[in-house]
Each structure stands twice: as C-alpha cells, then as structure tokens.
C-alpha cells in the first residue's frame, strides 16, 4: 500500500480548456507540479485517481496545470476543493535538520527537562522560519519557531521533539 502526502489544494478551475488553480502546500512546487509529474486525488472510495500533469504554470499565488485526458473545464469541475497528493516514492531525500510536514505534524513536544508540552498539530510558515503549532491540555496552543536555539533535538523515529523554553516563549 502506497502512502500519500498533500502537496496543495484544488481551488477553482481556469478558463474553459481544463486548467486548474491550486493552492500549493508543498516546498518543492516547480518538481511536484512539472510537466510529466504524477499527483493523485482521494476518491469518495478512498482509492486514490491518479492524474498526469501535461502543462504547468504559475500565476500569481497560485500554480496552474492541465491534467490529461481532463482538458475541458467540464472535466474537471469535479475536481474543485479536493487535494492533491504525492506517492511516497516520488519524495526526495532531505539534507540533515530538514524535514517533511508528516514527520513533524503529529510528534510530542518536550522540554530540556522531559516535561511533556504538547502535541505538534499545524506548520505555520510566516516568514524567516517556520513556526510548530503545539495542542496543550487545557492551555492555549504554545508557538514554537523552528530555531536552533529552540529547538535542540528532532527524533521523527519516536516522534519526539524536545526544546528549549526560551524566556517569553510561553506568554
């Protein structure tokens, strides 16, 4: 069984010869939306369709592409709000200290101390640095930027991440 991951969401057909808009949620847009690349849809079934990409484009926040055997708008409606994932085997290798939001979202947050924090629940990406959104009990969600001097240790096999309470951090 192949596993999947989100690399955008289909927001809105363009102009009338099956180009769609899509939101990308992914850091590799120019290869995941390539001519030729291969990205999938989750059926009501919850099989995955899977559909080849025969023109790319960006414009303005938005990458445009045409699927083939989908190229009328008529074709493609359907497919609006849907997300579009990328198989497994089609990811790259990362450099040491890089991550995919999989690995991330999902892992409990300690402290330098072994207190447990929290849960990571979203990945915020506002500017100079990504920012963790960690789900505590009965406490409002703390913001953890994804720094070195924060964030000591990252062990996605245990689902572990362990970090330094900077002074301030938790306001």
């Known amino acids: 069984m192949t596993d999947w991951y989100k690399v955008g969401k289909l927001v809105n057909t363009h102009g009338v010869r099956g180009e769609v808009r899509i939101l990308s949620s992914t850091d590799f847009a120019e290869k ?61 290798e990362l450099e040491i200290g890089e991550y995919y939001y999989h690995e991330i979202i999902g892992c409990t947050v300690v402290s330098e101390e072994g207190l447990k924090i929290g849960r990571i629940i979203e990945i915020l990406s506002p500017g100079a640095n990504d920012v963790w959104v960690v789900k505590r009990e009965g406490q409002k969600d703390l913001l953890v930027p994804y720094i070195e001097s924060v964030v000591r240790e990252v062990d996605v096999n245990n689902k572990t991440i362990t970090i330094h309470m900077l002074e301030g951090l938790d306001v």
């Open 32 to 92: 995941r939306f390539a001519k030729g690349s291969t990205l999938a849809i989750r059926k009501e079934d919850g099989s995955y369709l899977e559909l080849k990409i025969i023109t790319h484009r960006s414009h303005k926040q938005f990458e445009l592409v045409t699927f083939e055997g989908y190229e009328n708008i008529n074709l493609v409606e359907q497919f609006k709000g849907l997300t579009l994932y990328v198989s497994a085997d089609k990811q790259e």
